[in-house]
């Protein structure tokens, strides 16, 4: 029964708990993936209500309409081109302002709304009292107070929804800006009017005033004397005001949100500082601030490498266990061989991989962005990192990274621009992760001395500085700035959390394990046709003559790509002793630490990079890190063996 | 008299009166640099004629902690070195 379908949207700021509606809304029937083409993340849930099938899609958290983020085009691009049926718009009655600000934009976008006053606790209890009967009607649009962590409210959202999707065709009437304003959209409308383009032609001529790169372009493209006009009457708004027209119909929108805000909320402001301002101050504390995050941090990596390193033993102990019963069935012959060595043992290598560090890694991100503290590591960071040419939230991913690189490309997403998230990414894959850092201990560290170990780690965060510095530079687009919100804390609604955390890893193991296995199999299949000794010897200009390190070594990081600690493992196997100081000098030891740290992200990182930004960028960013670490490893040979 | 936001003290209070170029006063290129983050500082409610108070800064001369509008925002020095608030003093 196609006619009973539904789709419904939620839109709204971050940190508004919408994807705890998200959550209370769909339960377990959810899927997420990636808006096509894009690097957005794109969460979708059915629910049955009533006789009702209804899709939820849930929007990416934003507080505007503009060009500003993918998110923000992606969301108004949703809304005014495929038009779903409605749109949710969770607000925070504790900010309530700014909130409706996003809410004024999703009425120009002419789209059936109905608005969900969420967080009516924490309203509460900042002794803000709200009239959402009152908000009803000055915005024209249904008004349900809910508390989503909790589920109330939910219920009547949903029957408001359905109610207003079957009294489907009313749009939600206008509101007025200033009158030499509002003119002036109504003669460029009308012009709009004429043409044929996707979006209200009220919403369009808006845009058009406020200068809305996409929609100059657009509009260009298809009548150039519209653009030519919305120019003149925007420099006739800009005259009057004396500012520029995209700042006098911002001012507006928030002037009309201040107004109805003032009209329907009433403050009585608590006596006492609440706790959650307490802590507030304490975490981003110019003394203080600083030893909480890092016993913060310490702690994560601490308890997530203790149940990572369990589990992942105590996972492959029992995986590899299964091995006889996999060569009772297929033998030990090539196709054995193949089955066992290439698919299942790449598949105990990604699930001894995702398992215990990715979603570990996961959650304790979702925990943090969801309780606030993220926001509050990003203010301290800020200044730190700018000098990688990043911003204070790029140190999140960052710091995953040092656990392992594929949660930290895939928590790049909570960087804004593309631009930013590739920059991200890119210093993610520089940072050495867990198993890179087991090279390092087990190979230099042990056998050179533990100076030298440091002395690696040191080069590598000078590479990271410098080599982000240079992307920085070259890399198209404006600069990276800080500008987020910090929302109060707040505790973290475990279920969500769990569910966010789950459904990611789901969207992970689905994307990398085919690619992971894949790569596995083609490496058993060189081996069984012996080919590793030849590509040894077709690599020895390489590995021999340019980084003087033993011919074997190719192989080994051949491996690598794989997991990188397999680099260290195949060496030991290869040289049938795991006393690298027999074979290798300290010379030696060094340049291939160097390079088995830099030449390339392992199989997985790359999954979670194609993931993110697509084949082609993945190919610049391993590339050129191969190419980097041959660079640097020739020349660090040369300049230790001297 | 007229500051930029990050000359504010901490705990102090202006009122926007514009927001300018990372250079000097006065409004930003149109589609140039710093287009798209005036855009985004006034979509935050850092619109002419608010007001708005610095709660503290970041050391090392770090982002600055803003209350604007009811909520707390994060905004980088150099933008804060973009807004021109008046001040009493």
């Known amino acids: 029964m196609t006619e009973n379908k539904f789709r419904v949207a939620l839109a709204g700021n971050a940190n508004v708990g919408k994807s705890v509606v998200f959550n209370q809304l769909t339960g377990l029937h959810q899927h997420i993936g990636n808006w096509p083409g894009k690097t957005v993340e794109k969460a979708e849930g059915t629910l049955h209500f009533k006789d009702y099938s209804i899709d939820i899609i849930d929007l990416p958290g934003i507080y505007s309409l503009s060009t500003f983020s993918l998110e923000e085009l992606i969301s108004r691009e949703y809304i005014a081109v495929e038009r779903p049926d409605l749109v949710i718009n969770i607000v925070d009655a504790s900010l309530l302002e700014r909130n409706m600000f996003f809410t004024l934009q999703l009425i120009e976008l002419e789209t059936p709304i109905v608005m969900a006053l969420n967080q009516m606790d924490m309203a509460k209890r900042k002794g803000i009292k709200i009239d959402h009967e009152k908000l009803e009607k000055l915005l024209g649009i249904p008004v349900i107070p809910t508390v989503a962590v909790s589920g109330t409210g939910i219920y009547e959202l949903l029957e408001k929804a359905v109610e207003t999707i079957e009294k489907r065709g009313k749009k939600p009437s206008q509101m007025n800006y200033g009158e030499e304003v509002e003119e002036r959209i109504g003669a460029l409308s009308e012009l709009v009017q004429k043409i044929h383009y996707p979006y209200p032609s009220r919403w369009t001529a808006i845009k058009l005033l406020e200068k809305d790169e996409q929609v100059d372009r657009e509009i260009n493209k298809i009548d150039p004397e519209i653009l030519h006009a919305s120019e003149n009457l925007a420099k006739e708004i800009e005259e009057i005001h004396g500012h520029s027209c995209s700042t006098v119909i911002t001012s507006e929108r928030y002037e009309i949100a201040s107004r109805i805000t003032r009209e329907v909320q009433e403050v009585t402001p608590p006596t006492k500082p609440p706790t959650r301002e ?15 995050m890092a016993v913060t941090v310490l702690l994560i990596f601490y308890s997530i490498f203790t149940f990572g390193d369990y589990t992942s ?12 019963i996999f060569e009772g069935i297929f033998g030990t012959g090539v196709v054995g061989k193949l089955v066992w060595g290439g698919i299942i043992e790449g598949i105990i290598g990604g ?34 990192m700018h000098k990688i040419g990043l911003h204070g939230k790029a140190f999140i991913p960052v710091m995953l990274g040092f656990g392992c690189n594929v949660p930290g490309c895939l928590g790049c997403r909570i960087m804004e621009t593309t631009r ?12 050495p992760c867990a198993a890179t850092t087991v090279i390092i201990l ?7 001395g533990f100076q030298w170990a440091l002395a690696l780690y040191v080069v590598d965060l000078l590479i990271i500085f410098i080599l982000g510095r240079i992307a920085f530079k070259t890399l198209p687009g404006e ?10 804390y707040r505790v973290p609604h475990m279920k969500t959390v769990l569910k966010q955390t789950w459904f990611r890893l789901m969207d992970f193991i689905t994307m990398a394990f085919p690619l992971i296995i894949v790569g596995s199999l083609v490496i058993k299949m060189v081996e069984i046709l012996n080919l590793l000794e030849p590509i040894a010897s077709i690599l020895s200009p390489v590995t021999v003559t340019w ?29 049938g002793t795991a006393n690298f100081a027999e074979k290798m000098t300290s010379v030696q030891m060094i340049v291939f630490t160097l390079v088995a740290m830099l030449y390339i992200p392992c199989i997985a990182t790359i999954a979670a990079l194609i993931r993110e930004f697509g084949w082609k960028k993945t190919y610049i960013i391993t590339v050129s890190e191969i190419l980097l670490a041959l660079l640097l490893g020739g020349i660090t040979f040369r300049l230790l063996s001297f | 008299m007229e500051l930029r936001l990050s000359d504010l003290r901490d705990g102090e209070s202006g009122v926007v009166i514009s927001i300018g170029t990372s250079r000097g006063r006065g409004d930003a290129d149109r589609v140039g640099r710093g287009w798209g983050f005036r855009k985004r500082l006034e979509d ?37 070195e973009r807004i021109f608030v008046e001040v009493k003093r």
């Open chain 1, 547 to 575: 980084l003087g390190l033993p011919a074997i070594t190719g192989i080994t990081l051949i491996f690598g790509v794989l997991r990188k600690e397999l680099t260290l493992i195949m060496l030991a196997t290869l040289f």
């Open chain 1, 479 to 488: 600069p990276t700035a800080l500008i987020m919100e910090m929302s109060d």
């Open chain 1, 278 to 292: 307490r802590i507030h101050t304490l975490t981003t504390h110019k003394i203080f601030g600083y030893p909480i």
């Open chain 1, 313 to 324: 033993g105590l996972l492959g102990d029992s995986l590899f266990g299964l091995k006889p």
């Open chain 1, 351 to 384: 699930v001894t991989v995702a398992l215990p560090y990715i979603l570990p890694f996961y959650f304790v991100l979702y925990f943090l962005e969801d309780s606030g503290y993220l926001s509050r590591i990003a203010f301290l960071m800020d200044k730190f």
């Open chain 1, 420 to 431: 930013e998230r590739l920059l991200a990414a890119f210093v993610v894959t520089l940072v």
């Open chain 1, 442 to 448: 087990g190979l230099v560290g042990r056998f050179v």
């Open chain 2, 44 to 80: 935050m409610g850092l619109t002419p004629g608010t007001e708005v108070t610095v709660v503290r800064s970041a050391p090392f001369s770090g982002p600055l902690e803003i209350y604007v509008r009811g909520s707390r925002l994060a905004i980088g020095r150099r933008m804060a």
